[in-house]
């Protein structure tokens, strides 16, 4: 950590900082420059994270050398770390697709596109029960009843499930029926839920906020991973920028920047991203070819009659061109595409 | 609501959209012009909410006419709403001053900071008993601890109090403390919580998120506003934007927004906003300018201990000149500050 | 265009507008709702822009339904263009790779990297006489000296040159010298330079704009376009926001977004959007997998030498690995680079 | 400045950088942690402008010390800059109120809104000769006739006269005719006109670009400032955000941090930050609580007759209201309006 103190800082204040610094048992090396006074602080750095100096006076700017977080840093782990879904592993060579319809809407609906997307070779499958919604006019999603539709299309075609849990109350039940937590973009700091999460024992989908830094998102898995649960799979889900094409502009340096940053597997959400079904293939294509581990997109039989995002979701002919592009692209990446 | 054809819609696609208005009660008005054909829906448009259209083939582009949100609209209620915190109204002519430290620290903190705001006539105190960080390894408040130590603030000194509630899970617990709920920035669209907040009979304090347009912020008091609970006071307190002078840019236009578009009472937040201390009382001027209800801001008589966020802390010096300050502009603008 | 009226508006206010559409040549279709009133308006809306409506009294809002660029989009013409620089196509089925070094430092610099890429199989060079630099105590190129030397590359190694032009003033100098005029991502609504470039032959490389939207890009392209020159080639490079890993966001979906909505080729700045080396190739590769016309990146033997932007130049050892990645995406893509 | 090594940075990495450092005159200092090396280099950080170590090897981050803009800074120029338009003063204890209609449109409309300024006391009128336009279909000013039209009022009724100039190109030109050359956003950083309005002898109204930090604007007016122009009033006129209610969003504390930071005056744009007239009194009087030196609002007697920005001309009875209302705030703040 350097602290950068102002021309007019006294040594009395300097003094105070130093104290300071040795109190919480760092090291202080003090440099005076003609224009500015530079402190430099050695040691750990999250010490400071407990106990402040921004507040002291005489203090122009603190700067961190040390990233803020340690347990998803590849500094801490240097090999992938590849989750293991009830037997699906998400990371290391396989590309994995999560697909399905963007909420539960009846059994015959989620039976269906299960039955259509195994047959594709899907192994982890997604469908919303509890919907968070901009407008509570909005259909916010079956609920219980549509954790028990998912928890049986479960049992009856082998896939694996993830779904979306809004808060800590109920992470419990929604840890009975299905294999991945969904921790969405609008709760990426809700920090009781991730906690919470933290400890469950089933792997989280944690997708980046969608006002997020890259850092905020790796600060996000840190509160997973220091309750115990190492099993956490990152998401791109696209963020708010002034464009208006696109639902949020999907922030495709993500995925190499987390895979230089962390050991943690990355998946893209193309869906959420582009708000429209034209320009989908072509997102995910750049989620395999910037090195992402999976895309997780949506899809629909009847788009028009889905209770949410038919405008996103990809039909039955939609879904079987991008898979077969993406498969494309895999195959020169060097990843088996499941 | 107007929907927009792509210029190759066939009669087929137009058909089918005109049977589906009409399925769900609103009439469809048909235009065909050269370039493209639009068909007009009157009704109530959130009728649409539930049966979204955004997936028919043949449309380019769907158009809300009317307002998303109801109950927050002055076209609803035409009257300001006075939010009465058990005897200290909050809107109409009075601008009121809520302060006090970002987090509770001890009880000697507490009561020091709460008879000197007592004595300079402010009647809400603010303290964070519960803290949202977006690091894990800083400090994360004294919890249940910390809501005792408000609720003997409040019987000592008859401050009312606001405090922020995280969860659901405990927030009734907060409210038996409490005199305000207060709902932070990152939880603005955590739905669970709003329609909670909307059962409890507490007056709430409704934060805009940091990445959250001021069309959300109105449909986020939707949501409690629906339950019953109609005190509901909005909060501006800057978003995110690549400035990097402040923590965060201060939207002061979303004052005389709110004051166009909704009833309900609005205040502003210049601590967070700014981040650091200098300029906080420029920004509660402006905040009196623009026609707000009130400000919230962070006071601590020793700002270089306090655990959190003390570089935006106010000393107590500076919040007496903030106060003059504020008080010479409300004069002008027609109002009392308490 | 549809006008939708306040709910206070008079019979007058309507009035007045269905007179103004009439003057100036469009036909409207007036329909009343129970909330609202709406005017259609059938013809070209691109009259308005000359005749704006506004601030007509009673109007709440108004909503383009054609797109405000002709020239630029597909709709106007279907079939691809390819751009021709002197012999070299830039679009169709080859994936154009321009590359060089950020400024022009010296002959010996420049000959030296047009050698290695002509070897290389690239095409088209890029580098940098006149440099637009946010502090003006940053090197600013060589200016004339500069083009003389890109002129020299240009006649030993017949390599095609790109180089930016930074005012209207000096445009027909760096026409002289040069194949491609580039129009930087500051310059993007310098109208004036749009203009000017509009009325040269030489084909022109636009540059979204670090904070415009892809529909602005697009206007931007029809200034050019309307002054009779035909061969624009856009480029994405990466827009601002708060995320601070990277220089800029690189808005990939811009890409496939270009590609549905004008036939104009466009290519992506890896170099610009990354800010620095490590990530460029995987954002090439997503360039290429999102269906691009090519790539610009920023190559330099000896980056800790570069007068600029050295942290984002591939040294030779990267552009290779780069090459030889992209060559095998575009194999998939159906596209041969050059 | 300090440079933060990679863990694995090697004792030749580092060696490089502090040889590189003597030869360029700044005097390095290493010290060398458990978990980085960190060297601090002593010296005018200017110079790392021209001979930058970006690319160097081994180095993780650069971070510098020392602000990068000097004449603009207020530890330059200790004095508030008042600037001097020919007679009348802009910065110190006035207020001022630029105004006018967004373009000039005919000899009768410029001299009516003239004559109406005048009355109220306004010394200042702004009114665009050339209009950049996003769209190249919309009114593009009427060019020389329309700064004949600015130089006819002038000299008939002593207003002093601001209009924006678009291109270095013309620059002489209009400045024979005004007062003040004003540098609108878009072109904020286009260099060639900062430096060309830099040797001219006229005041220069400095817009903030739209998407610029407000470092980058001190840097902009450095290259003003450098070329010996003294003369530069800043201008905060809203930035792009996602926020759609507003055409811009209005960052009010960049006037306190101007304040701050710099001792040129900073008036602010509520026209062009709002869009529509409705909430640009609030916004005006925000702009004196913050300490502005004035604003620029556009102002005309028949907005449904303008030929741009009519939605966002205050009519003369708004311009009155607003008048009265800022008054009463200067008041306050101790300032005259005029």
Redesign the interface.
Known sequence: M?I?FK?EATDKHIE?VVERLKEIGMTP?L?R????T?L?A?GDE?LL??H?L????GIE?I?P??K??KLASR?FKNDDTVVDVDGVKVGGETFTVMAGPCAVESEEQVLRIAHFLKERGVRIMRGGAFK?????????GLGLEGLKLLSKVRSETGLKIVTEV????NADLVAQHVDILQIGA??M?????LKKCGRLRRPVLLKR???S????LF?AA??IL?EGNHDVILCERG????????RN?????A???AK?ESHLPIIVDPSH??GFR??IP??A??A????ADGIIVEV?YD??K??????Q?LRESDFDRLMDEVR??A??MGRTVQ
């Open positions: 350097i950068v021309p105070r090396h440099s420059g003609v224009a500015r530079i430099g050695i999250r994270e407990e402040p921004d507040a002291f006076e700017r700067i050398i040390l803020p977080y500094e968070p919604r901009t407008s509570p006019y909005a259909f916010q809004l808060d800590a109350q609008r709760n700091q809700n920090f009781e839920l906020g969608m006002s830094t890259i850092q905020e600060l840190e509160y220091m963020i708010k920028t002034f464009e208006t094409f696109t502009t999907l922030d495709i340096s995925v190499p920047i230089l991203a582009a034209a320009i072509a997102l294509r750049t395999v070819a910037a090195g629909h788009p028009e889905a209770l949410c995002d038919g405008q979701a494309r692209v195959a020169v």
